[in-house]
């Protein structure tokens, strides 16, 4: 009996403190929000710490809606809060983000190719499950520096990222 009391105190131990063992170690991340597929964008992002308490981003969203058809390049700064050290790249974020996007009318209307230029800021909290899987709930407001005529554009939305942290 004390032998199977032993073996499931050091399994539960085990269970325990390696994925806070292992996440002491997380400096990147990449993933992508498939939630944002629901209005025509999928956005692939890689993370990278660059502190204790913050991190740096590039992203690549490529969009197909309303005629439009196109990709794009970003960058974010992330303040963490309410981490330490050994909590990496993990909990709650905000930063400022700045975004390029290349963009093709795909529809009957003749409109030329446009680029479009975006800042904003961005607000999540993310979660690494057993040191490798991330769950990242985001919120963006962004505003265009220029304006795209006949785009429909979105100045602000959600989405969940799921990836690879390491």
């Given at each position: ?15 325990l ?7 002491a ?6 993933g ?11 956005t ?22 309303n005629?439009w ?8 700064y ?11 790249i ?5 930063g400022p983000?700045?975004?390029?996007s ?5 529809g009957p ?33 962004t ?12 100045a ?11």
């Open positions: 009996m004390m032998i199977k009391k032993l073996f499931i105190s050091l399994a539960l131990s085990a269970i403190l390696v994925p806070s063992i292992s996440r170690d997380i400096n990147n991340a990449i992508a929000d498939f939630v944002s597929l629901t209005r025509g964008v999928l692939l992002t890689f993370e990278q710490k660059i502190s204790d308490k913050g991190s740096f981003t590039l992203f690549t969203p490529y969009f197909g809606y005629d058809a196109g990709i794009g390049i970003g960058a974010s992330r303040f963490y809060l309410f981490t330490n050290s050994t909590k990496a993990e909990g709650f974020s905000f983000t700045f975004q390029v290349f963009l093709n009318n795909t209307n003749d409109y030329s190719s446009k680029t479009a230029f975006i800042l904003g800021g961005e607000a999540s909290y993310k979660w690494v499950i057993g040191g490798v899987f991330e769950i990242e709930p985001n919120v963006h407001i505003f265009p520096v220029n304006t795209v005529e006949h785009l429909d554009y979105r602000w939305w959600g989405g969940i990222t799921l990836g690879y942290a390491w």
